[in-house]
């Protein structure tokens, strides 16, 4: 069974940066999403970028597209989110989370196997 360990949050000022990781133990997908999901305080869990990781296939919410890349390192098993220019708005736990096949790539119903999570704070 895969696990995933997100680290890389933290607080930072309106306009800054953070690169959060994600860690993977105990398998790993040839023909899988690899994803980057938040939810803020009293709202809904939101997809925020995938990874097809059969074709290299990116997709980003439209509130992230421009400011947040998703990456990936096979050799360390490590899944990336770089998130440049934050906003307040960005305030969220963020998660990375893995599934097998096709499907919405952003759709968080969609995914299985999910991190603890890694907490994001942007002051304005």
């Known amino acids: 069974q895969v696990q995933l360990v997100e680290s890389g949050g933290g607080s930072v000022q309106a306009g800054g940066s953070l690169r959060l990781s994600c860690a993977a133990s105990?398998?790993?997908?040839?023909?899988?999403?690899l994803g980057w999901f938040r939810q803020a305080p009293v709202k809904e869990r939101e997809g925020v970028a995938a990874?097809?990781?059969?074709?290299?296939?990116?997709y980003y919410a439209d509130s992230v597209k421009g400011r947040f890349t998703i990456s990936q390192d096979n050799a360390a098993n490590t899944l990336y989110l770089q998130m440049n220019s934050l906003k307040p708005e960005d305030t969220a736990m963020y998660y990375c989370?893995?599934?097998?096949?096709?499907?919405?790539?952003?759709?968080?119903?969609?995914?299985?196997?999910w991190g603890q999570g890694t907490q994001v704070t942007v002051s304005s």
């Open positions: 989370a893995a599934r097998r096949g096709g499907g919405s790539p952003l759709n968080p119903s969609e995914y299985n196997i």
């Open positions: 105990g398998g790993t997908y040839s023909s899988a999403f």
């Open positions: 990874i097809w990781t059969r074709t290299g296939s990116l």
